[in-house]
């Protein structure tokens, strides 16, 4: 009995773990497909329902509008663009740098570690203004601006993951292509590069995940070149059709289509994400 | 360690100079990126530049910051009632009056106004500063790392205990915690600001209200008492699953032996948890800590987006310093007092919890 007492606590108790972390998102779907009238229906309703007969009656237009918005559409794609330029730059300049720290010996590699280490934990906001002289002085628009910016989180921590999977890496490997006669660069084009790649693919999906998050740059950089702006910026700004009151049929419905695509990508790489997260994290 | 048989000093330096040359364009990068823009951060906090502005900017010397931090106690004196000699006391709450704080506090050489007022002893006093705002901004950012990170510490070993006893559809239950930790946190705020609307509209209202708990039209994001506790559970959502994932694997590394060998020699399992699970786990937890802290130290988007201007933290105070005002100088000035404040935590975190680096 007591037994099935406590199996019964523990299914509860995942239970409402589960509601609590899915919630918020169900209910940016449950209002997505509300209209005007439904939204400010009071009490509000867990599904949408019509404000009379109180049927079920989601509708879609919503979505139709987001996809009919030309700051949300040019948000998406302004994104996509910043967030991959940024990624990869990041992993191709990282990986050099990750197989330096994790398998080659040299003067100063714990010194060049600690900075590349501190650097994941700089807080941004503090070059803010330093960072906009950089980008004007060097004549850049907010694309490529934000592109460049980016890279003060991805390329740490690109770095960082990719030395700890580096070092994991067998040595009789690079023994073995020594021994054959191929110089350290070979070895590392030859054999270690084809062994990174599922390595790649988690830390660029990590790296993208925080380009494709970033608000702060992305907020001031745009702040005179509209048409730049990326999803945060375009959702945060998101303009508002009726005087002083925010659209949020439109922005839940927004919020649902930028947060799908991530979510299954996330789910399909789930295993390594946890793994790259927790090598990022706990092999610090 | 590679190379161990033919160690010879020509193939070492070959081997330290194309690491050299490796790590060339990732600290090209980080000094363009990162070190250059905090050495102008720096040079221009002494500096009264003006944001996107030709005006030539004046050396001020270190007037940003004592603008920003200056800060004085002054005690406030009792309002003395003309007729009866004793201290006045207000005509609908019975509370004893005191002397108006603007009277009280300095103004030279900069003005100082009201940050709060305190007893101490029976006597009353208020504290004053030269830019209320700031100090109020580095205080309710203290106040939302520490509590926000104290429960998603909580939560996150709660939750992450649960997951890690076997049951069936541990996978569905790890990829729901991927959820909040992937929704963008613009977005996330975003879906909260609507759930927790002022009214009936809202339905967090809704919800409390069915449990009996307020009138049902709490306005979360206006009223003071309310803010700061609305932000944090925003914040304990979107981040709590990281931390219980990190925690996971720090939980999944712990040897099952110790266990079995605990349960023979009779302990229990709080026992267990106390003696086994706690120590093992304090590495991980170590790291986990000092990630979140200084990511909440310096949290920008949540504070921006539900709380504009009615309520700062640091990194938005100096964002609307830059962007409102276009106090360029006085904005750098704030940086770099961020970038103390995040560094004394680091140090001070490593330094406390033994994280080893290496």
Not at chain 2, 63 to 72: E, F, H, I, K, R
């Amino acid at each position: 009995m007591a037994k099935l007492a406590n199996r019964v606590l523990f299914w509860i108790i995942i239970g409402v773990i589960i509601v609590y972390l899915l919630f918020p998102f169900y209910w940016a779907v449950n209002s997505s497909l509300k209209n005007e009238n439904q939204l400010m229906m009071t009490p509000t309703t867990f599904v949408p329902r019509d404000p009379v007969t109180k049927e079920l009656s989601p509708t879609l237009d919503n979505y139709r509008a987001v996809f009919q918005s030309d700051q949300f559409i040019r948000g998406l794609r302004n994104s996509a663009i910043v967030a991959s330029a940024a990624t990869l730059l990041s992993l191709a300049i990282g990986l050099f740098a990750a197989f330096a720290l994790g398998k080659l010996r040299f003067k100063g590699k714990t010194s060049a570690l600690y900075i590349i280490l501190s650097m994941t934990m700089f807080p941004q906001v503090t070059i803010l203004s330093g960072l906009y002289v950089v980008i004007t002085g060097l004549g850049l628009t907010a694309i490529p601006g934000m592109v460049l910016s980016y890279l003060i989180f991805t390329l740490p921590f690109t770095v960082w993951v990719l030395t700890s999977f580096f070092r994991d890496l067998p040595v009789e490997l690079m023994q073995a292509a020594q021994v054959d006669g191929a110089t350290s660069f070979q070895t590392f084009r030859l054999i270690l590069l084809p062994l990174t790649a599922p390595a790649l693919v988690t830390t660029g999906l990590l790296a993208f995940i925080a380009a494709w998050n970033e608000y702060l740059f992305a907020l001031t950089f745009t702040a005179i070149e509209p048409a730049s702006r990326t999803v945060p910026v375009a959702i945060a700004l998101f303009p508002a059709l009726v005087a002083r009151q925010e659209p949020f049929g439109e922005i839940m419905a927004a919020a649902v289509v930028v947060t799908i695509p991530i979510v299954v990508l996330v789910l399909i790489f789930q295993r390594r994400i946890v793994a790259g997260l927790t090598a990022g994290a706990i092999k610090g | 360690m590679m190379f161990k048989k033919n160690t010879g000093s020509k193939l070492l330096q070959r081997e330290q100079r194309l690491a050299y040359l490796l790590l060339l364009p990732t600290f090209l990068v980080l000094i363009v990126v990162a070190l250059y823009p905090l050495g102008l951060v720096f040079v221009t906090s002494f500096t009264d530049r003006t944001f996107a502005s030709p005006r030539e900017p004046n050396y001020v010397g270190f007037n940003n910051y004592a603008q920003l931090l200056s800060m004085t106690i002054r005690e406030l004196p009792p309002l003395i009632d003309e007729e009866t000699g004793l201290q006045a006391v207000d005509q609908k709450t019975g509370e004893p009056l005191y002397e108006r704080p603007l009277r009280v506090l300095p103004r030279e050489p900069r003005r100082y106004r009201e940050v709060s007022q305190f007893s101490f002893f029976g006597k009353r006093y208020v504290l004053g500063a030269s830019d209320p705002d700031f100090i109020k901004a580095v205080w309710d950012t203290l106040v939302f790392t520490v509590i926000s990170v104290l429960l998603e510490t909580i939560l996150g070993l709660g939750i992450a205990l649960v997951v890690n006893s076997p049951f069936k559809g541990r996978g569905v239950m790890r990829a729901a915690m991927l959820v909040p930790w992937a929704v963008i946190t613009v977005v996330s705020a975003r879906m909260w600001q609507w759930m927790l609307a002022p009214t009936r509209v809202g339905v967090i209202n809704v919800i409390l209200q069915g449990l009996g708990l307020g009138d049902g039209n709490i306005a979360f994001l206006s009223q003071p008492e309310w803010q700061l506790p609305a932000l944090i559970m925003v914040d304990v959502w979107k981040t709590t699953p990281f931390m219980a994932l990190l925690l996971l694997a720090g939980l999944q590394l712990i040897p099952n032996e110790l266990y079995e060998a605990a349960r023979v020699d009779g302990a229990g399992s709080f026992r267990q948890f106390i003696s086994i699970t706690m120590p093992l786990l304090r590495p991980t937890m170590a790291v986990a800590l000092v990630f979140r802290t200084l990511d909440a130290l310096r949290v920008f988007d949540l504070f921006q987006v539900m709380l504009a201007q009615s309520r700062y933290s640091m990194a938005s105070y100096n964002y609307y310093q830059l962007i409102g005002n276009r106090a360029m100088g006085q904005a750098s000035a704030i940086g770099v007092i961020i970038f103390i404040f995040i560094f004394i935590f680091a140090v001070a975190y490593i330094r406390l919890l033994g994280v080893k680096t290496d």
